[in-house]
């Protein structure tokens, strides 16, 4: 059958839509507010995938229930906890769009990976709070254009390199010159990062003996729990 070719068009425009980036419309004076809580939420997210390790490698399991809606759920719960409010009160709605567009790409990411938490017999798994962020990431940079980065001067993956931005902002952070999430305008961009620390269960990984392997089959960097791990790096279009 051959299919009319103005059809094929309006296919084809409708998808090419579908998958460029709508950016989310943050005014400057809310951007900080937005990258601030972007990042939390991500921190969430990691956390979320970090406190889930012990269901999601478990071996003798099929299906671990942890589902995108699980996800969303628990990171919506862990928000309101944290933050005193529910996403749906936070205000402006360009901070609240960009944290649904979170939630929304932490969704896409488990759902893209239910084969994996799901598959019985494996143990280690592989989707940990690096690799949750990363994907996360990628979707939320497609659907909004909002940057997401996980940057530390330790990086065990070339794309988590800190740039010249990043690398000041974790100097700052080190020295303690900087102690909470710092952010700028830099061009077009909002560029805000959140400092990340190590805590208990970034050690069987990240922590001690240094140079040991870690389950991940990656060499472990030797930090101790409240090291300064790195930092999320959100780079948010503002108009
Ligand atoms: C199961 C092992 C494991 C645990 C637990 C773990 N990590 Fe990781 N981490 C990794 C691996 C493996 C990578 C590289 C991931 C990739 O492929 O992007 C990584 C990467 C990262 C990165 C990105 C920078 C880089 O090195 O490229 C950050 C930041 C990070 N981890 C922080 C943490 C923090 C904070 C915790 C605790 C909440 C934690 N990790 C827990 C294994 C782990």
Do not use: W
Not at 45 to 53: E, F, N, T, Y
Not at 57 to 83: I, L, Q, V, W
Request: proline letters at 5%.
């Amino acid at each position: 059958m051959k299919i009319p070719r103005c059809i094929v068009v309006i296919v084809t425009l409708l998808s090419a839509n579908l998958l460029a980036a709508t950016p989310i419309p943050v005014a400057e004076e809310n951007a900080e507010e937005a990258a601030r809580m972007v990042a939390k939420m991500v921190i969430i997210g990691r956390g979320i995938v970090a406190g889930h390790q012990g269901v999601i490698n478990d071996p003798a399991k099929g299906n671990k229930g942890f589902s995108p809606d699980y996800m969303t759920t628990h990171m919506r719960k862990t928000f309101e906890k944290k933050m005193g409010m529910s996403v749906d009160q936070v205000t402006p709605s360009g901070v609240k769009k960009a944290l649904l567009a979170v939630l929304d790409a932490s969704s896409v990411a488990v759902r893209n990976n239910q084969g994996r938490i799901n598959r019985p017999g494996v143990k280690f798994k592989g989707f940990i709070p690096a690799v949750y962020g990363r994907i996360t990431g990628n979707i939320l940079k497609a659907k909004t254009g909002i940057g997401l980065k996980q940057t530390t001067f330790k990086y065990r993956n070339a794309y988590n390199k800190p740039d010249q931005f990043e690398a000041g902002v974790l100097k700052k952070f080190e020295s303690g010159e900087l102690e909470e999430g710092y952010g700028m305008r830099v061009g077009a961009k909002y560029r805000y990062m959140e400092p990340i620390y190590i805590k208990k269960a970034c050690m069987k990984c990240h922590g001690q003996p240094k140079g040991e392997l870690d389950i991940a089959g990656k060499v472990k960097e030797g930090y101790e729990i409240g090291d300064l791990r790195g930092a999320i790096s959100i780079s948010l279009p503002v108009n």
